[in-house]
C-alpha cells in the first residue's frame, strides 16, 4: 500500500511528518516501524529532481505537533479546530538511506547518504585492478560514466545509474557489484 505524506520539518535528530491515529498508514507504521518514500519535483521524468527514502520511524506524539502545523499552515485549513488536530500525531524517520537524482543533469547527478545509525551499502559497480584498460565497458555506459585513466577504467559513481552494462561486456570480470 502506498500513501501520501508531507515531510514537515528536520533536525540532527531526524525528518518529521504527521498522520492521523485514525488511518490505516497509521496502523502499518505501529506495527513495522518501517517506511520508504520517493519525492519527484519536475514537469516530466527528463526535468526531475527525485529523493528517495527507507528507513525507520517512531511516533513522537504530540511532541513538535505545534512546529509542525506552524511550519505547515495548510493542515489548519484541513483539520481546523483544536479537537480536530486531535486525531493527529507526529513521526520522526529517525534511521534511514537516502538516494538523491537528478535527471535533467546531462550525465545526471546521483548521490546517497545515510543518517541516523543506519549504515550505508555500498550500491553500484566498481572496476578492479583487473582491468586491462581495453574500453569495452566505455562504449556501452549510457552516461559515459566510466573514464579511463592510464591502462586502467574507473566509474564515476555520482553519474552512474547502475545498469550493469560494464559488467557484462568486461572480458576480464575486473567490474564488480
Do not use: H
Request: a positive charge; hydrophobic letters at 30%; aromatic letters at 10%.
Amino acid at each position: 500500500m502506498t500513501c501520501a505524506i508531507d515531510i514537515m520539518d528536520y533536525d540532527e535528530k531526524g525528518l518529521y511528518f504527521l498522520t492521523a491515529k485514525g488511518k490505516n498508514f497509521y496502523k502499518r507504521l505501529k506495527a513495522n516501524g518501517y517506511l520508504s518514500l520517493t519525492g519527484i519535483q519536475g514537469d516530466n521524468t527528463m526535468s526531475c529532481i527525485a529523493v528517495s527514502v527507507c528507513g525507520k520511524a517512531k511516533e513522537i506524539g504530540f511532541e513538535r505537533l505545534q512546529r509542525l502545523l506552524d511550519k505547515n499552515s495548510y493542515m489548519y485549513e484541513i483539520y481546523p479546530t483544536k479537537q480536530s488536530r486531535e486525531a493527529l500525531t507526529v513521526f520522526c524517520i529517525y534511521e534511514g538511506n537516502v538516494e538523491w537524482f537528478d535527471l535533467s543533469k546531462k550525465p545526471i547527478e546521483r548521490f546517497s547518504f545515510s543518517f541516523g545509525r543506519s549504515i550505508g551499502r555500498a550500491d553500484g559497480y566498481y572496476i578492479t585492478d583487473k582491468c586491462i584498460g581495453c574500453g569495452k565497458c566505455l562504449s556501452c555506459c549510457p552516461q559515459n560514466c566510466i573514464v579511463l585513466n592510464g591502462q586502467k577504467a574507473s566509474i564515476r559513481q555520482e553519474n552512474c545509474l547502475n545498469c550493469g552494462n560494464c559488467i557484462n561486456v568486461c572480458p576480464k570480470e575486473a567490474v564488480i557489484r
